[in-house]
């Protein structure tokens, strides 16, 4: 490599390590080196990133306070009370997560947004991602959505800090994230996926998420649990054809909604997904990171 190559990678290297730092401060998150290195979005080694971080902290852009790294000026509130209430949220996960999971079509459960990034506050609900087998998708929600209303345990318009909310699930056969996850991918898109925690089928999840292109080419350093991912499939006609009813039923009463045609809506139902965000917010984290990522 010639030096003026080395020169350009070590500044894509800086560059990258800004872009994460940048949109992990929308989240009010400083990172650690070892996730810092394996979320960057460019493929590097240890002794560069290292190298780059030292050379932004002494260009007054990026500090390491108790060897958590963030932007240098950013303003951080205290985790202290973050952190202890999201022991909290992850420890009811786990827990539900037990009973959930002897439903037989649920194959994989796993916490993600603010719960598992670890930027929860008092009325903070648990987003649970789950995943199915093939043709029991809109079964599998029906009953758990039912199940969880009647117990008080899902998240309504009343109440919704520390319940359940059921807004994602795809099935074992996965989908392209790109597409189906987010109306804006970047920055969002594999930070979102990659810091989920699976409380149950982590070799289902991290199968799903080692296999698309999108994350594979977005996270080039991270090194993947080994995985014996497999599809799922019963061969019980009748559950099929139920599972195709509710998705025809879902479809039509999604598309009933006057919330579904919100300008920031992003909604996926088809067969193999499930995924209301009735009011996306990938759109405002992008112009929040662009305008945080502006000063540095």
Not at 198 to 223: E, F, M, R, S, T
Not at 232 to 247: A, T
């Amino acid at each position: 490599m010639s030096i003026a190559q080395a020169q350009l990678k070590e500044k894509q290297v800086s560059e990258s390590i800004l872009d994460l730092l940048a949109y992990f401060a929308v989240m009010n998150i400083r990172l650690d080196f070892d996730t810092l290195y394996s979320y960057l979005s460019i493929k590097t080694g240890h002794l560069v990133v290292k190298k780059q971080l030292r050379s932004l902290m002494r260009q007054g852009k990026v500090q390491c306070i108790d060897n958590l790294f963030g932007l240098k000026g950013y303003k951080y509130t205290s985790q202290k009370i973050p952190r202890a209430h999201r022991a909290i949220l992850l420890k009811k996960a786990r827990h539900w997560s037990r009973l959930i999971r002897l439903v037989p079509a649920v194959k994989s459960i796993v916490v993600i947004n603010s719960v598992a990034y670890g930027n929860v506050h008092s009325d903070s609900d648990i987003d649970l991602f789950i995943v199915t087998s093939p043709n029991r998708i809109f079964l599998t929600k029906g009953f758990l959505m039912y199940f969880l209303k009647l117990i008080k345990q899902l998240e309504d318009q009343q109440v919704s800090a520390g319940r359940f909310s059921l807004g994602m699930f795809v099935t074992t056969k996965g989908v392209k994230l790109e597409k189906d996850m987010m109306k804006v991918n970047n920055p969002a898109l594999a930070p979102q996926m990659i810091t989920g925690i699976p409380v149950y089928g982590a070799d289902i999840w991290y199968g799903i998420l080692k296999n698309d292109p999108y994350l594979q080419a977005h996270l080039p350093n991270y090194i993947w649990p080994k995985t014996s991912i497999r599809i799922h499939g019963s061969g019980i006609k009748l559950l099929d054809k139920l599972d195709d009813i509710g998705y025809r039923r879902h479809l039509s009463h999604t598309a009933s909604q006057p919330k579904t045609h919100h300008p920031d809506a992003f909604i996926r139902v088809r067969p193999d997904i499930i995924n209301l965000h009735h009011k996306g917010t990938s759109a405002q984290i992008a112009e929040r990171w662009l305008s945080i990522r502006s000063n540095y």
